[in-house]
Nanobody, 124 residues
Framework: QVQLVESGGGLVQAGDSLKLSCTAS????????MGWFRQAPGKERVFVAA????????YYSDSLKGRFNISRDNAKNIVYLQMNSLKPEDTAVYYC?????????????????WGQGTQVTVSS
C-alpha cells in the first residue's frame, strides 16, 4: 500500500515557476514508477510526466517537455515536478500517482495509487 500526498500548489503569475512535491509512505517507494497528471475544470485528467523507480528515466507529455521537469529523491520518498514559465492554461489540479511498471505511462487508469491533488492557479 502506498499513500501519496501532494504539496506546493498555489496562486502564481504567468511566467513564474513552481515546484510541486509528492511525498509517499511505505518502504517500497523506489520500486514504483511515479507520474504527474493534471485536471483542469471541466476537462479530463491528462498526463504530464513520469519517472522510473530509479529516477534514471523520465518521460514527458510532448506539449510540456522543456518547461516541466520531474525528479525524485528515493531517500526521502519524494517525487517533484518543477514547473517553469507557467501559463494560465497550466491552471489545474495536479495529481501524483504510482504504478508498478514503467510502461503505458500516459494511461491514468493503469496507475495503482493516487494522491488527493494540489491546486495550481496561474493568473495572467
Amino acid at each position: 500500500q502506498v499513500q501519496l500526498v501532494e504539496s506546493g500548489g498555489g496562486l502564481v503569475q504567468a511566467g513564474d515557476s513552481l515546484k510541486l512535491s509528492c511525498t509517499a509512505s511505505g518502504r517500497t517507494f523506489s520500486s514504483y514508477a511515479m507520474g504527474w497528471f493534471r485536471q483542469a475544470p471541466g476537462k479530463e485528467r491528462v498526463f504530464v510526466a513520469a519517472i522510473s523507480g530509479s529516477g534514471r528515466t523520465t518521460y514527458y507529455s510532448d506539449s510540456l517537455k522543456g518547461r516541466f521537469n520531474i525528479s525524485r529523491d528515493n531517500a526521502k520518498n519524494i517525487v517533484y515536478l518543477q514547473m517553469n514559465s507557467l501559463k494560465p492554461e497550466d491552471t489545474a489540479v495536479y495529481y501524483c500517482a504510482a504504478k508498478a511498471t514503467f510502461i503505458t505511462l500516459e494511461m491514468s487508469t493503469l496507475y495503482d495509487y493516487w494522491g488527493q491533488g494540489t491546486q495550481v492557479t496561474v493568473s495572467s
